[in-house]
């Protein structure tokens, strides 16, 4: 399966996975540590407090058991974007060590890939940008050279044309900037 997908749009896609994979992840581990602090002696943990909590209605068993995955995802977003609401909070030890973790890393590891989304959703359409600016400056020529509004139109029309062909690429004027030894081999 060979799919044509612009390099921008695939790494904002694979960003988009890897976030999306380390929330997911944090979240599993987060719902594991109320299991690992009852294990461990404690008296308390997070999804009690969190099901005990009276502004809240959640109960983590709803949904066969996916209302505790949504609300440790919601935590790990939470968490790793480093706003944290103090809805879901840890209640001993290993959650408070946990939850340090995840908060020094998440402030670095989210910044991180929502400043590459920025910076690939930037990069999107570049051609077309870059065709828009051409077309603006042979418009801008025409119209200060005083060409006719008929022939400005069929010059337009002439751009346009290889934009929707050619992605804006100009066979002539591609070649004419190839060194004379290469446009002979092309």
Known sequence: LNIDIDLSLY?????????????????????MMASLSMASGYDG???VADENNEFLSVKHSDFAGFAGYLRSVYWALVGMSTVGYGDIIPTNIIETTYATFVILLGGLFLPAIVGGLAAYMGNFNIAGKTFQKKL????????????GDDVLEKVL?????????????IENEAMDKLPTTLRFSV
């Open 157 to 169: 029309r002439y751009y346009n044309f290889h934009w929707s062909r050619q992605g804006g690429i």
């Open 136 to 147: 603006a400056r042979v418009r801008s020529y025409l119209l200060r050279i005083n060409i």
């Open 11 to 31: 790494r904002v896609i694979k960003l988009n996975i890897v976030m999306i994979t380390a929330c997911h992840w944090v979240g599993c581990i987060w719902f």
């Open 45 to 47: 943990n997070w999804r």
